[in-house]
């Protein structure tokens, strides 16, 4: 669960993005997040992820105030959010297995990723997880010989291996033909579900939110201005959000 209180968020010397953006969300609660551009989307996602500092708000994550603990508990916080983005950051020489298993650079002590080794209970899990996302026949294949949609599910493996309690996810699909699109989030919703980890996905293209979301988050210039749950978008919240 996590719960965000008040988050502001001003660009040092440019413009506030982000204006007292607050809401709880449940674990295994699939959320989108749709805006027009420069709406704050990605910016709320990077700071969810970590990636960027707010300036101020209270940021809760499965019951630790982020934000009164010092480096190593916000450390910790950090490795249980996984940032997904559009073009995965992966090793692109390395195999599906190696990234899921490895992880990513901030879930990975250096000389793991360094030398690549593996124990045999990393092995089983990531190939248990790898065989989820229908790649098993993919594993020892590098990720720079998989298509988009295949980098994508490795880089959601690896997020689930490595206990991530929420995934931010910024476009993640945009780049896809529709059917794989669907295929990836189908996935991303099912195996999210069935571990209990909250996924916030900017999804601002087609109908993808309204089909896959269990909740809608809308912004508008940095304010949040929509929160819709258990029905599809008006004809008006959807013309105000294309
Ligand atoms: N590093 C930066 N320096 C200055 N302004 C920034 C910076 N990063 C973001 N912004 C501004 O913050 C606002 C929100 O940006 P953000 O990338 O979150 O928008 P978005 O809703 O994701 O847009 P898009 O759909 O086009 O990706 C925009 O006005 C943008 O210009």
Sequence with gaps: MIKVNQLSKRIPGGPQVLKNISFTAEAGEFIAVKGLSGSGKSMLLRCLAMQEKWDS???IVDGVNVFKQGFAGKLKVRKEIAYLEEKPNLFPNKSGLKNVSIGSVTQTPAWRRWTGMLRSDDYMGAMDMIEKLGLLDKAHQPVNKM???????????????????????DEPVSGLDPHTADQVLGDLKRLCKEQGVTVIAVLHQGDWAERFADRILGLSSGELVLDVRGRRLTERERMLFR
């Design 57 to 59: 708000g209270e940021y």
């Design 147 to 169: 298509s988009g949609g295949e980098r994508q599910r490795i880089a959601i493996a690896r997020a689930l291996v490595h206990g991530a309690k929420v995934i931010a996810a």
